[in-house]
């Protein structure tokens, strides 16, 4: 089994930071891409960024400038530093992982659990 565990949501003032983590557990032979994407109310669940196993980007228009995804091949785990916040950046923020469990299995998809992002003053 493979389990994605988010933390560093929060309440934060616009203008604030918050700093989002996500690491990957069990069964991993090796992990493709990973990124991070968010869901408002009300709204579909939208790409915030990306991130190759080689190190690769890609950033939604709408984060450019403010946001950083980084990731630690040895801990397996995706980071996305989120500066210069906006109410419009309030949603439940997902850390979604290409993950290859064995060499035998092709890679497959995996979600976190999700962790709320408020951006209010």
């Known amino acids: 089994q493979v389990q994605l565990v988010e933390s560093g949501g929060g309440l934060v003032h616009p203008g604030g930071s918050l700093r989002l983590s996500c690491a990957a557990s069990?069964?991993?032979?090796?992990?493709?891409?990973m990124g991070w994407y968010r869901q408002a109310p009300g709204k579909q669940r939208e790409l915030v960024a990306d991130?190759?196993?080689?190190?690769?980007?890609n950033y939604a228009d709408s984060v450019k400038g403010r946001f950083t995804i980084s990731r630690d091949n040895a801990k397996n785990t995706v980071y996305l530093q989120m500066n210069n916040l906006e109410p419009e950046d309030t949603a439940v923020y997902y850390c979604?992982?290409?993950?290859?469990?064995?060499?035998?299995?092709?890679?497959?998809?995996?979600w976190g659990q999700g962790t709320q992002v408020t951006v209010s003053s």
């Open positions: 991130i190759s196993r080689g190190g690769s980007i």
């Open positions: 979604k992982a290409q993950i290859q469990s064995t060499r035998y299995t092709l890679p497959r998809d995996y």
């Open positions: 069990g069964s991993i032979f090796s992990i493709n891409a």
